[in-house]
């Protein structure tokens, strides 16, 4: 689950099938893509086809929703063996997951449901992630997530979970920037001290998208460009390190293609700033 992929520290965008026949067209100069994971696991058809095709011309990155590493219930092994099939077959550069959970006893959620933040949490994480890290014989990305709710069973502040859950199980991070921001303001985390205490070692992916803003929180909609708090925060988290793969997501109410790449320009603007000054 690995290529060469010298420019992937500029911004790169996520593959939305709205978008498909337009890059395979005008092969449009980007530097890398990244694909939901379960919207390409089935077999034959167009869609594939053109998948094999994009593989072809740009690095690709996959990221999934269903792995429910938060869960109680066994992992699905046949789910992990249509991922590293699907990496096998587009030579993908890394797989990411969420730390959440999205099913239990065969009910599935379509949500990315939070899990409380308590040493018991942390263990069952570890094990997880372990176990899925042995079966694909390399490490994944983890990456934090929005909620709505805490749990009074946490004991351990987010940052520092998440911290450990990379130390622990070995595993690198995908840093999402707007769901730190939509926390902050769902829950009064300090953003910026999030940012902060970061471990930049494990760092392997940043992401960056929209929030829809609701009567009194923030919603993790995906479906407007990057606001101007998130980009502060991650130029924030570029200032420590600059050299971090970044990802725009966009998937509800997706715009053309354009606007995508001018949202990248932007990440890449700022990379180039913060470097400029250093």
Same mark, same amino acid.
């Given at each position: 689950? &690995?290529?060469?992929?010298? !420019?992937?520290?500029? !911004?790169?965008?996520?593959?939305?099938?709205?978008?498909?026949?337009?890059?395979?067209?005008?092969?449009?100069?980007?530097?890398?893509?990244?694909?939901? @994971?379960?919207? =390409?696991?089935?077999?034959?058809?167009?869609?594939?086809?053109?998948?094999?095709?994009?593989?072809?011309? $740009?690095?690709?990155?996959?990221?999934? @929703?269903?792995?429910?590493?938060?869960?109680?219930?066994?992992?699905?092994?046949?789910?992990?063996?249509?991922?590293?099939?699907?990496?096998?077959?587009?030579?993908?550069?890394?797989?990411?997951?969420?730390?959440?959970?999205?099913?239990?006893?065969?009910?599935? &959620? =379509?949500?990315?449901?939070?899990?409380? $933040?308590?040493?018991?949490?942390?263990?069952?994480? @570890?094990?997880?992630?372990?176990?899925?890290?042995?079966?694909?014989?390399?490490?994944?990305?983890?990456?934090?997530?929005?909620?709505?709710?805490?749990?009074?069973?946490?004991?351990?502040?987010?940052?520092?979970?998440?911290?450990?859950?990379?130390?622990?199980?070995?595993?690198?991070?995908?840093?999402?920037?707007?769901?730190?921001? @939509?926390?902050?303001?769902? =829950?009064?985390?300090?953003?910026? =001290?999030?940012?902060?205490?970061?471990?930049?070692?494990?760092?392997?992916?940043?992401?960056? !998208?929209?929030?829809?803003?609701?009567?009194?929180?923030?919603?993790?909609?995906?479906?407007?460009?990057?606001?101007?708090?998130?980009?502060?925060?991650?130029?924030?988290?570029?200032?420590?390190?600059?050299?971090?793969?970044?990802?725009?997501?966009?998937?509800?109410?997706?715009?053309?293609?354009?606007?995508?790449?001018?949202?990248?320009?932007?990440?890449?603007?700022?990379?180039?700033?913060?470097?400029?000054?250093?």
């Amino acid at each position: 689950m &690995s290529k060469a992929i010298s !420019a992937i520290s500029a !911004a790169g965008i996520g593959l939305r099938n709205q978008h498909i026949d337009e890059i395979l067209i005008n092969k449009p100069d980007i530097p890398w893509l990244e694909i939901l @994971v379960d919207n =390409h696991l089935a077999q034959g058809g167009l869609i594939p086809a053109q998948l094999d095709a994009i593989s072809e011309l $740009y690095p690709l990155a996959l990221h999934g @929703v269903s792995l429910s590493l938060g869960s109680t219930s066994p992992l699905d092994m046949h789910y992990l063996q249509q991922i590293k099939n699907l990496a096998i077959r587009t030579n993908t550069v890394w797989y990411s997951e969420h730390l959440c959970f999205t099913s239990v006893n065969g009910h599935y &959620s =379509h949500d990315l449901l939070p899990i409380p $933040y308590s040493q018991a949490s942390l263990n069952h994480i @570890v094990d997880r992630i372990s176990q899925v890290q042995d079966f694909f014989g390399e490490q994944i990305l983890i990456e934090n997530v929005s909620s709505y709710m805490n749990f009074v069973d946490s004991t351990i502040p987010e940052v520092d979970f998440l911290c450990a859950v990379a130390e622990q199980a070995d595993c690198w991070l995908l840093v999402d920037v707007n769901n730190i921001y @939509v926390n902050q303001i769902n =829950h009064d985390l300090d953003a910026e =001290h999030f940012i902060d205490s970061l471990p930049l070692n494990r760092i392997k992916e940043i992401h960056l !998208a929209g929030f829809q803003e609701r009567e009194d929180f923030l919603l993790d909609a995906h479906n407007h460009p990057v606001s101007k708090p998130v980009w502060q925060l991650y130029e924030r988290l570029l200032q420590r390190k600059s050299e971090i793969p970044t990802l725009i997501e966009w998937d509800n109410d997706i715009p053309v293609l354009s606007v995508l790449l001018q949202e990248a320009d932007k990440a890449n603007q700022i990379r180039h700033n913060v470097e400029a000054r250093e």
